[in-house]
DNA sequence: GTCCTTCTTGACTGTTCGGTCAAGTTTTCT
DNA sequence: AGAAAACTTGACCGAACAGTCAAGAAGGAC
């Protein structure tokens, strides 16, 4: 007990821990390998020394970097769900009414989607386990709030049909994950005219 | 090598194996039980030794009555499947025409998952690993034709507006899949407000 | 009763896994 | 240069897990 410092991972409170270049290459380069084989291969079935021996170092390296597995996997959840969400933002900020953003979102979503199949397969099993999900529900409140929000904007205008927004928006992303789904699950690649279906599934049920 | 017959779990080709009262009471409790726990904890965080102690018997029960766990989730899968399937036929039945028969379809869905919350969570594992997702591809690709069916009648009668019916009927799926899934994630109770705006969402989002 | 099949037990096996650690190397800071 | 901090190694550990098996109990068929 008497021994050295000990800078043990990233301790409670939470010291972000310093990395050197070298440091933010290594994490980065776990971080996407584990994503990858989390998505083809499941989360439980890839081991921690599969992930180091894919990458190509020793175990303790992953220990450096990652203060467990479940640890690792919400990191990955949360910056997901954090550029998914920085991604909406985006597409939206220039749009002129409720009902283009609401579209112009719907469609972000999906080529989000369309561009990180991994994460979509990642994000099913996560509802599955409570340590996990408990992310997943906080990101989709986040994400059905900034919906009906819109959704909302677009019923006081009288473009919408009145409504329980939230609910409604619960819809929308209804549509846009099983779509996105059936993409990352292989069974349909996500063209335009799935984009425009999705689209005029949404917007055409809720117009007025 | 020259012992006993030995009966072996299920053999390759497959002999169902003939059980007695006592056996297929042991069979379900077994099925139940697990289906309980991993919706609850997980599959893979659920031990064999879980589910033996929890029913109360030993581990060589359970190596009776299934070849493998992995092999008593798919069984699960497969009953369920098959039990969702039968539950729509029936609700189906007596409808008049392709919407009336849409809309029974999609109410008999949600009621169904109301119901059966545990197999829901399920669901959301197997879709990430291949053993398991590959039985869920069969039961949607089933599910998505037969509703494409009826939307395809719908649309020979000029009751739905022309496109194509398989994509029609994908979106159909997601709206009730998204629904029913935030139930059993337990954000929303499925009551009948949920019902009706499913219907109203997938059935008025596509009549022409 | 006796024979045969179904069913049950629980200790045991071989393996794998998440995580640790003492020791050493490299980089950064001063 | 020298100290400190960041990083890396890989053998090691205890626990847990899926699956086995030799032995026997229960119950039906005759």
Redesign the pocket.
Known sequence: MS?A?A?R?TSEGDAP????????D?KKALLDFATARFAENGF?P?????IVDGV?????????YFP???ELLLEILREALHDLRKTQKEAIRDAEDPLQRLERGIRASLEWSATHPEVLRLTMFCWTEETFAKELRKGRRINIADTATHVQAGIDAGMIAPGDATMLATAIRGVTDELARSYAVGQRSLDDEVLNLAVRMCLHGIVG
């Open positions: 021994s410092a800078p991972s821990r310093r990395l050197t270049a070298r440091g933010r290594r439980h890839t081991s921690v020394s599969d190509g170092v020793g175990k303790g390296v992953f220990y450096w467990s597995k479940d």
